[in-house]
């Protein structure tokens, strides 16, 4: 049995468009590299060969090393967020220190407004 495009289960999927907020202020790279970490076979063409010629335990071994790398990437990247978030904190609580107001006080762009 032969389905039409119609009928083939997911077919609505395949028209969809995978970039759903084309605006490229907003979405600065919508084709984006895939993650070698994430994506080692799209990102190394030959590793897929390299890998079959090793014992399977090698093969195990050496993806969970290449995610490994990509976890501990993610990580740093995290603890330099978590560095930047800590300096504007403590940046705020100066200025604040400094400049009190009141919780209700209105912001700065509501007293520009007429």
Known sequence: ????????????????????NPNP???PNPNPKPNPNQE????????A???????????????????DAGIHQALSGFEAQQARGAWINELCEHYYRAH?????APWPSEKAQP
Request: charged share 25%.
């Open 49 to 67: 060969a390299s890998l079959r010629a090793l014992p399977q335990e090698q093969i195990v071994s050496e993806l969970l090393r290449r995610k």
């Open 1 to 20: 049995m032969v389905l039409s495009e119609s009928e083939e289960p997911f077919a609505s999927n395949r028209n969809r468009n995978p970039n759903p």
């Open 40 to 47: 080692p076979f799209a990102s190394e063409p030959g590793l």
């Open 100 to 104: 009190p107001r009141a919780h209700d």
């Open 25 to 27: 202020k907003t979405n």
